[in-house]
C-alpha cells in the first residue's frame, strides 16, 4: 500500500533540507581545507580535521533509533538541524583551529539526528515496488548538492570568508524549514528489533560495502583538495576536485536506484566494486596526468555513493516499520566509519607515499569490497 501523500510530502519536505544541510558541508569541507593548507598544515592533519564530523556520527548513530523513537520525527531532526547551526557557525565567526574543531564535532552530533532521521523515515514510506529509484532520487539531490558546493567559489568568485557565510544561510534555511513542517504521524511499531547492532549482525556484508561508500564519497574529497593546492592550484581549480566526486555522487544515484529495483543485489555490487578498483589502480598515473584527479574523483563519488544507497535499499526490504531505523542506523554507522577513517588513511599515505601510496590504500579497500559484495544474497531480502 502506498503511503499517504501527506508523509509522502514530509518525506520530500525534510529530503530538501537536508539537501541543504550538504550543500553546505559541500560548501565549507574544500574551502576549510584550503585553508588549513595555506596555513601551513599537512594532508594528515587536514584528513584528521575532516573526519571529526563523521567520527561523531560514526560514535552517537547507534543511540539514534531509541531516541528517534522516544522524540519522534520532526523534534529530532530539528535539535539535529539547530546543532548544524550552531557547528557551521564557528567556521565563520572564528578563526582559531580549535573553534573550527569543536564546530565541526557539534556539526556532527546534529548531523547524527538529522541524517537517521530522514534516512529511517524514507525508507519507511516509500513503496516496496519503487524504493530503489525513491531513494535514488532523493540521494541524486544530494548528489546534486556535492557536486554544487566545491563549485561555488569559483562560479561566485568569492572569497573564503563570504562562502562560509553562504553556508550558515543555507543551515539556517535548512532550520525553517523543519520548523515550518506539518506534525507526523508514525506508522504502527515493529515487534522486530530495532537495535543498531541487531541490524549490522543480521546484514554485516551491506555494512561493510557501507564502510567502503563513506571512504569514496566522503572521505576523499578534503584530501584531495588539499593535495590539488599543494600542487599550485588555486582555491576554485582544488575545490573542483572535490566537486568532481560530487557530479559523480550525482549521476550515479538515479541509475543505482533503478538497478537495484531491477538486477540481482549482488550483480550490482560487484559490477560497482569493480569499477572503484578501476579508478584507484588509475590514480598512480595522476602525477603524469593531472586530468585523473577529476576522472577518478567522478567514480569514486559516483560509485562511492550508489554502494551507499544500494545498501539502503536493501535494508529497507530487509527490515521493516520501526526496525526500519535500526537497519539504516547500521549502514549510516558503516558509511560514517568510512568518512571518518577515510580521510586520515588517505592523507596519511598521500604524504606519505604521494599518488602510488593512495592508489594502493584504495586499491585494496576496492578489493575488499569486492569480497564482500560475493556475499551479499543474490536475491532482494
Not at 595555506?38 to 552517537?60: C, D, E, K, N, R
Amino acid at each position: 500500500m502506498s503511503a499517504p501523500r501527506s508523509q509522502l510530502a514530509l518525506v520530500w519536505r525534510l529530503g530538501a533540507a537536508t539537501t541543504l544541510i550538504v550543500m553546505a558541508f559541500a560548501v565549507t569541507g574544500p574551502v576549510l581545507a584550503v585553508l588549513l593548507q595555506q596555513a601551513g598544515y599537512g594532508t594528515a592533519f587536514i584528513g584528521a580535521f575532516s573526519m571529526l564530523p563523521f567520527l561523531m556520527v560514526a560514535l552517537l548513530i547507534p543511540a539514534m533509533p531509541p531516541l528517534l523513537a522516544r522524540w519522534g520525527t520532526l523534534r529530532s531532526y530539528r535539535i539535529g538541524a539547530a546543532l548544524q547551526l550552531a557547528g557551521i557557525g564557528s567556521f565563520a565567526l572564528f578563526d582559531h583551529v580549535a573553534l573550527w574543531a569543536l564546530g565541526s564535532a557539534v556539526s556532527g552530533v546534529g548531523a547524527a539526528a538529522l541524517w537517521n532521521t530522514t534516512e529511517a523515515l524514507l525508507a519507511e514510506e516509500a513503496p516496496p515496488e519503487s524504493r530503489g529509484r525513491v531513494m535514488g532520487l532523493y540521494q541524486t539531490a544530494l548528489g546534486a548538492a556535492l557536486a554544487l558546493g566545491p563549485f561555488t567559489p569559483a562560479l561566485l568568485g568569492l572569497p573564503a570568508r563570504p562562502m562560509l557565510w553562504l553556508a550558515v544561510g543555507l543551515v539556517a534555511a535548512c532550520l525553517v524549514l523543519a520548523l515550518t513542517a506539518p506534525a507526523h504521524e508514525p506508522r504502527a511499531r515493529s515487534p522486530a528489533p530495532t537495535g543498531t547492532w541487531h541490524a549490522l549482525r543480521t546484514v554485516p556484508w551491506l555494512a561493510a560495502i557501507a564502510f567502503s561508500g563513506g571512504v569514496f564519497e566522503a572521505g576523499l574529497g578534503a584530501v584531495g583538495a588539499a593535495h590539488a593546492s599543494a600542487s599550485g592550484m588555486s582555491l576554485s581549480t582544488a575545490a573542483s576536485v572535490a566537486g568532481a566526486i560530487g557530479v559523480g555522487s550525482f549521476l550515479f544515484q538515479y541509475p543505482a536506484g533503478w538497478a537495484a529495483d531491477r538486477f540481482s543485489p549482488r550483480r550490482v555490487f560487484m559490477i560497482a566494486a569493480c569499477t572503484l578498483l578501476v579508478a584507484s589502480l588509475a590514480m598512480v598515473f595522476a602525477r603524469q596526468a593531472p586530468w585523473l584527479l577529476w576522472v577518478c574523483g567522478l567514480a569514486w563519488g559516483g560509485v562511492g555513493g550508489a554502494l551507499y544507497t544500494l545498501t539502503m535499499v536493501q535494508v529497507a526490504h530487509a527490515f521493516a516499520g520501526r526496525a526500519t531505523a535500526g537497519g539504516a542506523a547500521a549502514m549510516i554507522t558503516g558509511y560514517t566509519w568510512g568518512g571518518t577513517l577515510g580521510p586520515v588513511a588517505s592523507g596519511s599515505a598521500l604524504q606519505a607515499a604521494g599518488t602510488t601510496g593512495l592508489a594502493a590504500l584504495l586499491a585494496v579497500l576496492a578489493a575488499l569490497t569486492l569480497a564482500a559484495a560475493r556475499r551479499v544474497a543474490p536475491a532482494a531480502a
